[in-house]
Nanobody, 126 residues
């Protein structure tokens, strides 16, 4: 059974940095894409960054371009979300999700992802 586990959330001051980790286990075939999503209070869940495993193609939300980066450690089946220049609008529960579908093109929308972690809270506040 596929399991997705996030870690690394917490409280950070505006302008600060934080790194989230996501480890995927329990799969036989490599996932086709993995992504970070977030949901702020009263808002819909949105895609933050997604990456395709076959060619490393990425998609970033406009709001995080230049501030957030995604990286992978295939030896550990772990994906990292490095966040910098954080602001209060980044406060949300951050989720990691993956899919094993045949990937024609990378889509960073929650409907395309089948396995989800429990989420980790990120709060940006002074």
């Amino acid at each position: 059974q596929v399991q997705v586990v996030e870690s690394g959330g917490g409280l950070v001051q505006p302008g600060g940095s934080l790194r989230l980790s996501c480890t995927v286990s329990g799969f036989r075939l490599r996932y086709s894409a993995i992504g970070w999503f977030r949901q702020a209070p009263g808002k819909e869940r949105e895609g933050v960054i997604c990456i395709a495993s076959n060619d490393g193609t990425t998609q970033y939300a406009d709001s995080v371009k230049g501030r957030f980066t995604i990286s992978t450690d295939n030896t550990k089946n772990t994906v990292y979300l490095q966040m910098s220049s954080l602001n209060p609008e980044d406060t949300a529960i951050y989720y990691c999700a993956t899919q094993f579908r045949s990937l024609e093109r990378l889509v960073c929308h929650e409907n395309e992802y089948d396995y989800w972690g429990q989420g980790t809270q990120v709060t940006v506040s002074s």
